[in-house]
């Protein structure tokens, strides 16, 4: 099982691009404090590269702004490529399946405009049933 919840606060803007198919990406990090202080009493803190494809990326590049608090569900990818000096360099991110906006619309800043409901979280919407329809 690959599975990972995080909840932090973005350290930078969100990056929303395209592949060349069309297919919308956004990238961006977070910032995850340690539940534990360490023995300066300091309670470190980890930072994780997030990748959100298509619609969630789409929402995410339009509401998300630095210093944001998210949670995010997803799973771990690793990937390895070279460096310019030619080091071969080991990166691991998050493919995020769920992006669960935190931050209070009325801390949201940016262009004022508010995150629907939707965005916050994307969730299928199922259509009302009558009592009689259910099965017991």
Known sequence: ????????????????S?????VAVCRFSIAVSRDYANSDGTRETDF???TVWRG?????????KKGNKVAVVGSLQNR????????????????????????????????????PAQARRERPQL???DDNQLPF
Do not use: H, W
């Open 56 to 64: 969630r990326a789409e929402n995410c590049g339009r509401y998300l």
């Open 1 to 16: 099982m690959n599975k990972v919840i995080l909840v932090g606060n973005l350290t930078r803007d969100p990056e929303l």
């Open 127 to 129: 259509e009302a049933i």
């Open 48 to 50: 994780f590269n997030i």
């Open 80 to 115: 390895s490529y070279e460096d310019k000096d030619g080091i071969k360099r080991n990166v691991t991110d998050v493919v995020a399946n769920e992006v669960e906006f935190l931050t209070p619309k009325n801390a949201q800043g940016g262009d004022g405009e508010e995150a």
């Open 18 to 22: 395209e592949t060349p198919n069309g």
